[in-house]
C-alpha cells in the first residue's frame, strides 16, 4: 500500500532558527499535500504541492516527484509555528495517505 | 468562525454503548470526509462522500456507519463501541471529491472505557 514516511519524528528549536521537515513517499505520489496541526489538534492545509516549489510567508514546500520527496521548509521559526507538520498524499481521489508528522517545538 | 462544525468536542462512552458524531460545514462543499486519529496510528481515511453518496469506504467495520441527511451533513454513528475505537475523528469537506484542498474541523476526541 502506500507510504508516506517523515522526518525527523521531532524537532527542538530556538526561535530564529530555521527547520526543514522531509517525506518521503513510496509511490508517484499526487495531490502531495502538508498540513499543520496545532497543539489544540485543529488541522490546516498548508501546501498543496504535487511538484515544484511554492511559498507563503516564511513556509517554502519543494516536491520532486519523480524522487517521491518533499520538503517543508520554515524560516525564522517563532514560538507559534509549535505544534505538528504532517505530509499527506492521495493515489485515489478523495483518500488522503499521511505520515506520522513532526513535532516541532519552538523555544523563546 | 470556524466553517466547519464538529459535536461533541470530546465524548466518554462505555464498552458496547453506541454514540453518533455530528459534522456539519457551511462552506457549500459537495464532497466530505471522516478521516481517524489515534495514538497507535496516523491519520487515516475512512470514508468519502460526494453529494451525499458513498464514494469510497476503508472501515472495514461495518460499526462505523456514515449518515447524511442533508448535503452539509455527514455524521458518524459508531455501535458496539470498543476501547481500540478510542480516537480523535475528524470531519473534512472540498468543494468536490476530485478537489485538492480538504478542510478539515476541530475533531471529536473519543474516549471508549
Known amino acids: 500500500g502506500q507510504q508516506v514516511q517523515q522526518s525527523p519524528a521531532s524537532l527542538v528549536l530556538q526561535e530564529g532558527e530555521n527547520a526543514e521537515l522531509q517525506c518521503n513517499f513510496s509511490s508517484t505520489a499526487t495531490r502531495l499535500q502538508w498540513f499543520y496541526q496545532h497543539p489544540g489538534g485543529r488541522l490546516v492545509s498548508l501546501f498543496y504541492?504535487?511538484?515544484g516549489t511554492k511559498h507563503t510567508g516564511r513556509l517554502t514546500s519543494t516536491t520532486v516527484t519523480n524522487e517521491r520527496r518533499s520538503s517543508l521548509h520554515i524560516s525564522s521559526s517563532q514560538t507559534t509555528d509549535s505544534g505538528t507538520y504532517f505530509c499527506?498524499?492521495?493515489?485515489?481521489?478523495?483518500?488522503?495517505?499521511f505520515g506520522r508528522g513532526t513535532r516541532l517545538q519552538v523555544y523563546a | 468562525d470556524p466553517k466547519i462544525i464538529q459535536k461533541p468536542k470530546y465524548l466518554v462512552a462505555v464498552t458496547g454503548s453506541e454514540k453518533i458524531l455530528i459534522c456539519e460545514q457551511y462552506l457549500g462543499h459537495n464532497a466530505m470526509y471522516w478521516y481517524r486519529q489515534s495514538a497507535k496510528k496516523p491519520l487515516e481515511f475512512m470514508f468519502s462522500?460526494?453529494?451525499?453518496?458513498?464514494?469510497d469506504n476503508q472501515t472495514a467495520s461495518s460499526r462505523f456507519q456514515p449518515q447524511s441527511s442533508k448535503k452539509n451533513h455527514l455524521d458518524l454513528q459508531i455501535t458496539a463501541l470498543k476501547p481500540d475505537d478510542s480516537a480523535t475523528y475528524f470531519c473534512?469537506?472540498?468543494?468536490?471529491?476530485?478537489?485538492?484542498?480538504?478542510?478539515f474541523g476541530a475533531g471529536t476526541r473519543l474516549s471508549v472505557l
Open positions: 473534512a469537506s472540498s468543494q468536490d471529491r476530485g478537489q485538492n484542498t480538504l478542510y
Open positions: 462522500y460526494s453529494y451525499q453518496k458513498l464514494m
Open positions: 499527506a498524499m492521495a493515489q485515489v481521489v478523495g483518500q488522503l495517505t
Open positions: 504541492n504535487p511538484s
